[in-house]
């Protein structure tokens, strides 16, 4: 067991860590990042990435985090492969504690943890993800223009997913569990009134199919009652828009969260209810989830965190 110390301790990786620890190092500040579970974030299942600035021929999801990795440390970052178990933020300077027993004691946290993505929990999603599964339509939706895709939900996120992708896709089809839609009436009637999208209701995915990609999906509706039937589809791409869940667990009591898990912030900026922890990225936007946006935030939580940390010298 070893205590170390610093201005300001990041944790989490992804767009939102990644780009903190740029200019967190440019301040001068020295900034430990630990990567967490997944270093670099979701955006390194994600196949080619089209819609983040400066690669106009698009670039691997992988590629990316390891470019914005590289220019952190280019910088001074200090990045660790690990993950933090443990914080308290009851009194400054913060502690934390990481899963080689390491107490990190710091100035300033910026929380940069992310969400996950819920899936169905079928084996199958794992095998096809990149190869026709996706969690983001706003991601991978253009690589489905004139295809056949189904999209998995029935509240406001699953109809503005398969509203986006019918501009794309030549077909869509979106399966609800339940005999309704839990959007608002206006995402309700903008899915309904399209005439390339096919609602399926009362209708559960049983497993996915294809060779190399995806090639179809199996069905079923109408579970336990006599109008049983099973059935497959024929897609190539598998959306689910059943929601994410941040990644917040060891910050509950410690931060203040909204009723989702996610971080609240205050106002414009990334601060938390604890004067000197920050947040950016997915886990304090429920809303947004992309990563250029986590990336901004990122920005954003490292200037306020060096500007706490010059207040608090003066």
């Not at 690990?82 to 933020?89: L, Q």
């Not at 024929?234 to 203040?256: C, M, R, S, W, Y």
């Not at 304090?284 to 200037?303: E, K, N, V």
């Amino acid at each position: 067991m070893s205590n170390e110390s610093t201005k300001c301790l990041i944790i989490g990786s992804g767009p939102a860590g990644y780009t903190a620890a740029i200019y967190a190092s440019r301040a001068n500040i020295s900034p430990i990042l630990y990567e967490g579970i997944m270093p670099g974030g979701q955006l390194t299942t994600t196949s080619e990435v089209e819609n983040f600035p400066g690669y106009p021929e698009g670039v691997m999801g992988a590629q990316l985090m390891d470019d914005l990795r590289k220019q952190a440390e280019r910088f001074g970052a200090d990045i660790r492969p690990g993950i933090i178990t443990k914080v308290d933020f009851s009194k400054r300077p913060f502690t934390a504690v990481a899963d080689d027993n390491t107490t990190i004691v710091a100035d300033t946290v910026i929380i940069a943890t992310g969400a996950s993505a819920r899936y169905l929990g079928l084996p199958d999603e794992q095998r096809y993800s990149g190869l026709g599964v996706s969690a983001c339509a706003t991601c991978d939706g253009f690589f489905y223009r004139g295809r056949t895709v189904a999209v998995v939900g029935g509240g406001d996120t699953a109809c503005e997913e398969a509203y986006y992708l019918s501009n794309l896709a030549q077909k869509v089809y979106l399966i609800v569990r339940k005999d309704y839609l839990r959007a608002s009436k206006v995402m309700q009637k903008r899915v309904m009134d399209k005439n390339n999208i096919t609602i399926l209701f009362n209708t559960n995915t049983l497993g996915l199919f294809g060779s190399e990609f995806l090639e179809g999906a199996h069905l079923v509706e109408h579970v336990g009652t006599d109008k049983e039937r099973k059935f497959d589809i024929n897609i190539d791409g598998f959306f689910l828009a059943i929601g994410h869940n941040p990644n917040t667990e060891i910050f509950k009591g410690q931060v203040d969260l909204d009723a989702q898990g996610y971080v609240v912030v205050s106002g414009g900026s990334t601060a938390t209810s604890v004067p000197g922890v920050f947040a950016a990225g997915d886990v304090a936007d429920p809303h947004y989830q992309q990563a250029i946006s986590a990336a901004g935030t990122g920005c954003r939580a490292a200037l306020d965190a060096e500007r706490f940390i010059m207040e608090s010298q003066s």
